[in-house]
């Protein structure tokens, strides 16, 4: 088991520090600059799509779902426990800095994840009845023969294993130990309770999960930015103080002080890119699988909406979880993860802060656990066809229960490194894709212009 542990650590320095954070920027800034900065130039667009399709009960009689279903399915995966242990990971581990390079990271993913929606919607298929997508389907668009497929394949056991087992006992996990610490909760029966309800959504297959999702992910977004926003307006000069530490310890993390003696620039850099990343899940291969199930007119209109997912993600939540963590003064009292953010919380909220926390961490872990349930599912039925889906769902339920009550760090790592080795093949399609999504584009501006 030591031994594995070894590994796992190594692989995930190779990935995480270096593999990644140049490929997945790389990649951002070759979309950004091939699309001439779409992020910028559709972003008033996304916010009228996003806004103009907002329905807490969308229709869903058709094949598909509504474009603000997709959208919310996608958020429920991005908007995670990420968004708030993994903000204090990034500000203890690289200073304040470290959230300037977290939305610079979420700048260049924004075009990123249009060209994934962008593919997901053209190489989208129907199965069953069922729109599917992802980038199982257009990594075999691209690739023909043996190397698609194997891609393809690697690619799915990357991310069944990844979100759908490790990952989703990391977000029970989150959910019992918060409960645990606001209320003393019994962690095993707060991962039953959980369970169970997961279970139930999953039997409905992709269709209740985004009804969920469209009523569960507005609400949790507003309870937890008007949370922030009181903290933050309870401290005005706090707030000054925090962005005047952000911009600073971008490029002298030394000069903000305190607790940050031995962060450098690097390692600012490095935490910042690489959390903003994993919490947005750009250039991932997640969330497309979400998009393509979207009923609309053009695979660009998706992609637009997309990029709002990274947009709320990190410059809403993650960056108010950094304001408030940062604003209190205690993001150098040593601690780390949720325990960090709890301690802001506490600041501003006095006891209710732990309590704040296990409801947001609730509605925040289980959402993902939804999402990245489905995520997996599209991949087990390319896999193993049909009959496999209802085995994969028990299996799911399993580890939502086992996470609850075990704290290993093993099984953590082993979905860091599970995610960053679906990015690959990810990538690998998605940067061949640039003259398709280009020409995509193209088209879409042309008859928007017509219209």
């Not at 997945?24 to 972003?43: E, M």
């Not at 989208?124 to 199982?136: A, L, N, T, Y």
């Not at 990594?139 to 056991?157: E, N, P, Q, R």
Request: glycine share 12%; charged share 10%; with cysteine.
């Amino acid at each position: 088991m030591e031994f594995i542990a070894k590994v796992v650590e190594v692989v995930n320095t190779f990935l995480w520090d270096y593999a990644l954070l140049i490929l997945l920027l790389g990649t951002g800034v070759i979309y950004t600059v091939s699309l001439k900065f779409i992020q910028v130039r559709k972003f008033g667009q996304g916010m009228k799509l996003l806004f103009g399709n907002f329905s807490l009960h969308g229709d869903n009689s058709g094949k598909g779902l509504s474009s603000f279903q997709a959208l919310t399915t996608a958020v429920a995966a991005q908007v995670g426990t990420g968004n708030i242990a993994g903000a204090a990971t990034a500000i203890a581990a690289g200073g304040p800095g470290a959230i300037f390079w977290m939305w610079v990271s979420a700048f260049f993913g924004m075009a990123t994840i249009y060209g994934e929606a962008v593919m997901a919607q053209h190489t989208r298929e129907e199965k069953d009845g069922v729109i599917v997508g992802g980038p199982i389907y257009y990594i075999k668009y691209i690739f023909k023969g043996k190397f698609g497929k194997f891609l393809a394949g690697f690619f799915s056991v990357a991310i069944i294993l990844a979100l759908g087992f490790m990952g989703n006992m990391v977000q029970s996990n989150s959910i019992s130990a918060a409960f645990e610490n606001a209320f003393g909760a019994n962690p095993l029966a707060v991962g039953i309770c959980v369970a169970v309800v997961a279970g139930i959504i999953f039997i409905g297959g992709i269709k209740r999960i985004a009804r969920v999702t469209e009523k569960v992910v507005p609400l949790m977004a507003l309870l937890y930015i008007v949370g922030c926003v009181i903290i933050l307006c309870m401290n005005p000069a706090g707030l000054v103080e925090a962005f005047k530490n952000i911009f600073i310890g971008a490029f002298s993390p030394q000069s903000v002080g305190g607790g940050l003696i031995g962060v450098t620039v690097q390692k600012a850099m490095r935490f910042g890119v690489a959390r903003g990343l994993f919490s947005n899940e750009a250039g991932m291969g997640s969330t497309p699988h979400a998009h393509a199930t979207a009923d609309v007119e053009h695979p660009c209109d998706q992609g637009i909406i997309a990029m709002m997912g990274v947009f709320i993600d990190t410059f809403v939540i993650l960056t108010l979880t950094a304001l408030v963590i940062i604003s209190t003064g205690v993001f150098n009292n040593g601690q780390t993860g949720a325990e960090l953010a709890q301690t802001a919380f506490n600041a501003g909220f006095g006891n209710f802060g732990n309590i704040f926390i296990a409801i947001c961490m609730l509605f925040f872990a289980f959402t993902t656990i939804v999402g990245w349930y489905y995520f997996g599912e599209v991949n087990v039925r390319s896999l193993f066809g049909e009959k496999m889906v209802k085995v994969y769902a028990i299996i799911v339920v399993i580890c939502v229960v086992i996470g609850s009550t075990l704290k290993v760090d093993l099984v953590w790592n082993m979905s860091d490194m599970f995610n960053g080795l679906m990015v690959l093949p990810n990538l690998i399609a998605i940067l061949p894709c640039i003259t398709l999504v280009r020409k995509l584009t193209k088209e879409h501006e042309t008859e928007s212009k017509k219209e």
